[in-house]
């Protein structure tokens, strides 16, 4: 396997170095070729590519593959590509569906499933309170940093009877605001799409659920805990037609804008990558530094875990490297066992952070002025939206378009997203796998249990036999 992956590495350069010469001579005058030789070029380019697919066997390279040939696609035949955005509205009809139910499930295991309030006492307060105080310093960061880059603004959206209809919405009082959070019908609800009611809906639900006799939560239990679990499968099913949509959307955009739409979509990863150093530099190592956990043992117990979640796009894969670590770290097992899972549901530093800036470039992609109470009703939404999709690569996106739908945003910008949704998870992943860790050398210090000889002499050789 590796010799035929290094074959196609050799056959992908050469493609490469070809079609580039071909540009770069066409460009300066130094060889006219008809265009028909460059595009030529480019699709052999992508033809390695589906080789490379096929090969692999990853939805995220199918993803990236099928950006790229839908790109191609939509600036070489642009009156095909533009009939094409029916596959990626399949796509979305799918999502949909799976709002609701995942959204439900999550939040009433990560509110019930431990145990009850009166169970988890002070340490459960303890961990909430600092999860929602991260989580909010993690969504205003991202806030702050696509309204400094914006990144979505000078997007050309195709009109469609969805951007036109945008236009329209009316403002909504703060009254309306606040009654419009809490649900007069839950099915209505969720035909509405109303992700706020839902989320006001499952929470009050799960609390409720945390309240009552052993013998009644273990049965509700178990069955949001099965349903979240099918739902995450169901997603995963899903996410497998993703690369038809990105390809459809993709070219359809194309199609009617152009390539420079690209532009924005790179400006986009770095101000994510940019804002997530800041929020690691500026917020998560002043916090070892002021509770005085020693950050260079810290970064070794980490890095391992965190180069598990970068690679993989999952949390859960990096679950039980980064609960070993962190108790051989000094922070006791019960703490570790407590807090690590709860924080999957709870503190999902870099899913925030993303999932404040991924909104406001749809808005501005759109063209849509967002005023500050509105940016910050969708902060909040988002917010509690984001909880419990930490275990599942790309679930953001279905918390995402469920939120932009819900606040009348077009969803053809996501689609832009989605096809360099892959690089953005991979960091946001792992963000989310340092901010959990991190987490439990805090509670363990504020309950007076962190073990300051074990964290000092910390060594990530220290498992095991060696």
């Not at 996501?414 to 690089?423: E, K, M, N, V």
């Amino acid at each position: 396997m590796k010799k035929s992956y290094k074959s196609i590495l050799i056959l992908l350069f050469i493609g490469i170095t070809i079609s580039a010469i071909l540009h770069v001579f066409n460009y300066y005058d130094l060889l006219i070729l008809p265009s028909v030789f460059r595009e030529i070029s480019r699709w052999l380019i992508l033809i390695i590519l589906f080789y490379y697919g096929w090969e692999k066997r990853s939805l995220t390279t199918w993803i990236l593959i099928s950006m790229l040939t839908g790109a191609e696609f939509g600036k070489d035949f642009p009156t095909i590509a533009i009939t094409l955005n029916f596959l990626s509205k399949i796509f979305l009809n799918l999502v949909k569906t799976i709002i609701a139910p995942l959204l439900f499930g999550t939040l009433v295991v990560g509110i019930a499933g431990h145990s009850n309030l009166k169970q988890v006492g002070r340490m459960s307060w303890k961990s909430l309170l600092y999860f929602e105080i991260i989580s909010t310093i993690a969504l205003f960061t991202g806030l702050a940093a696509i309204n400094l880059s914006r990144a979505g603004v000078g997007v050309q959206l195709p009109s469609t009877p969805e951007s036109s209809a945008l236009q329209s919405v009316q403002g909504q009082s703060g009254t309306d605001i606040i009654l419009h959070i809490f649900p007069e019908n839950l099915a209505k609800a969720i035909y509405e799409g109303q992700i706020l009611q839902i989320v006001v809906f499952s929470i009050l639900f799960g609390i409720a659920v945390a309240l009552v006799k052993e013998k009644y939560r273990q049965p509700v239990v178990k069955f949001a805990g099965a349903l979240s679990e099918v739902m995450f499968k169901f997603t995963n099913i899903v996410m497998y037609f993703a690369p038809v949509a990105v390809f459809a959307a993709i070219a359809y955009i194309i199609g009617n804008m152009g390539l420079s739409v690209l532009i924005n979509l790179l400006k986009l990863l770095a101000t994510l990558y940019v804002a997530l150093i800041c929020f690691l530099s500026f917020v998560l190592v002043p916090i070892t530094w002021f509770l005085k956990i020693p950050l260079r043992n810290f970064i070794r117990a980490v890095s391992e875990p965190a180069t598990i979640a970068f690679s993989t796009t999952s949390s859960e894969a990096a679950l039980p490297v980064a609960m070993e670590n962190m108790e051989q770290f000094g922070v006791p097992r019960k703490i570790v066992a407590f807090v690590i899972p709860t924080g999957y549901s709870f503190n999902l530093d870099g899913t925030t952070l993303y999932l404040s800036l991924a909104a406001i470039f749809v808005a501005q992609a759109a063209g849509v002025h967002l005023s500050f109470d509105k940016q910050l009703l969708l902060m909040v939404t988002l917010m509690l939206t984001s909880k419990g999709v930490a275990g599942v690569p790309r679930a953001a996106l279905v918390i995402l378009m469920g939120t932009a739908s819900g606040f009348g945003l077009p969803l053809l910008p996501i689609y832009l997203i989605l096809g360099i949704d892959a690089l953005m998870d991979m960091a946001r992943t792992a963000v989310n796998v340092i901010g959990n860790c991190l987490a439990t050398a805090v509670i363990a210090r504020w309950e007076g249990e962190f073990d300051e000889v074990m964290a000092k002499n910390y060594k990530p050789d220290s498992m095991g036999d060696q």
